[in-house]
């Protein structure tokens, strides 16, 4: 069943694509005149196609998305708690990228890495003890959690500080492999340091696993309202619709007992 819903929500996600449905519609118009069918039905199906396009580009979608996604992290200020025994920071991989063989993080990841490290040094310059763990292992020879090491390393954070979690590729492994870790420690508190628009669902995946972090939100996106669509738009508003599907399956896999 899960197989089918992996597959059913990969399929959902091709619509908030605008090459897609441009490409949708254009099959879906050469059919029905083909087929000789109604020119208003074929008209209806350019109309809307086109309107999604719209609505993806100039955007409108993406400011509506961006606020559910993100407005309960911008202000989120943790008092750190000066007694605690035991806090760990878990930071999660951003991607990394392979450019003339030179594997470096994402751009993306820095601001998470510039993040956990503001959370850390705040623990540290009190002589306070702090943990990171740093889940990801990502698609390049290197792991997110061994490039995000060698650069905690490099700002003066101690190795024994460090734990990597290199074996989860997404999200929901992100969540699953950093539970275990954190559970064998038992951490008085812990933060959850990911982009803004990502927070939310990985929020939800670190309480399927029993989990309460404080989320830390490194970065934000955000969307410009335009009169005609542009690239920067859909390409924004594609990657946090992207995350509203996730969140929803998230949601409608625990209800089923799908997810643990």
């Given at each position: 069943?899960?197989?089918?819903?992996?597959?059913?929500?990969?399929?959902?996600?091709?619509?908030?694509?605008?090459?897609?449905?441009?490409?949708?519609?254009?099959?879906?118009?050469?059919?029905?005149?083909?087929?000789?069918?109604r020119?208003?039905l074929?008209i209806?199906v350019?109309?809307?196609?086109?309107?999604?396009?719209i609505?993806?580009?100039?955007?409108?979608?993406?400011?509506?998305?961006?606020?559910?996604?993100?407005?309960?992290?911008?202000?989120?200020?943790?008092?750190?708690?000066?007694?605690?025994?035991?806090?760990?920071?878990?930071v999660?991989?951003?991607?990394?990228?392979?450019?003339?063989?030179?594997?470096?993080l994402?751009?993306?990841?820095?601001?998470?890495?510039?993040t956990?490290?503001?959370l850390?040094?705040?623990?540290?310059?009190?002589?306070?003890?702090?943990?990171?763990?740093?889940?990801?292992?990502?698609?390049?020879?290197?792991?997110?959690?061994?490039?995000?090491?060698?650069?905690?390393?490099?700002?003066?954070?101690?190795?024994?500080?460090?734990?990597?979690?290199?074996?989860?590729?997404?999200t929901?492994?992100?969540?699953?492999?950093?539970?275990?870790?954190?559970?064998?420690?038992?951490?008085?508190?812990?933060?959850?340091?990911?982009?803004?628009?990502?927070m939310?669902?990985?929020?939800?995946?670190?309480?399927?696993?029993?989990?309460?972090?404080?989320?830390?939100?490194?970065?934000?996106?955000?969307t410009e309202i335009?009169?005609?669509?542009?690239?920067?738009?859909?390409?924004?508003?594609?990657?946090?619709?992207?995350?509203?599907l996730?969140?929803?399956?998230?949601?409608?896999?625990n209800?089923l007992?799908?997810?643990?």
């Amino acid at each position: 069943m899960k197989f089918l819903l992996d597959l059913l929500f990969r399929v959902i996600q091709l619509f908030t694509e605008p090459y897609f449905l441009v490409f949708l519609a254009i099959v879906i118009i050469a059919l029905l005149k083909r087929k000789n069918k109604r020119k208003n039905l074929r008209i209806g199906v350019g109309l809307f196609a086109v309107i999604m396009i719209i609505f993806i580009g100039n955007g409108f979608l993406g400011k509506l998305t961006s606020g559910y996604l993100q407005k309960s992290y911008v202000n989120t200020i943790v008092n750190k708690n000066k007694t605690s025994q035991n806090p760990v920071i878990v930071v999660l991989g951003g991607g990394v990228v392979d450019f003339d063989n030179t594997e470096r993080l994402h751009t993306m990841s820095y601001s998470r890495l510039v993040t956990a490290y503001q959370l850390y040094h705040e623990y540290k310059k009190n002589n306070l003890p702090c943990k990171i763990v740093i889940s990801g292992r990502g698609r390049g020879q290197k792991s997110e959690a061994a490039l995000f090491s060698e650069n905690f390393k490099k700002m003066g954070v101690s190795e024994t500080d460090l734990i990597k979690e290199d074996k989860s590729m997404n999200t929901y492994e992100n969540a699953k492999y950093s539970s275990k870790i954190l559970k064998q420690m038992a951490p008085s508190d812990v933060y959850l340091v990911t982009s803004g628009f990502h927070m939310k669902r990985s929020v939800a995946l670190f309480h399927t696993f029993g989990l309460d972090p404080f989320p830390q939100a490194s970065d934000f996106i955000d969307t410009e309202i335009t009169l005609f669509p542009n690239s920067y738009n859909a390409a924004f508003t594609f990657v946090m619709l992207k995350e509203v599907l996730g969140i929803w399956q998230v949601q409608l896999y625990n209800s089923l007992g799908l997810n643990g």
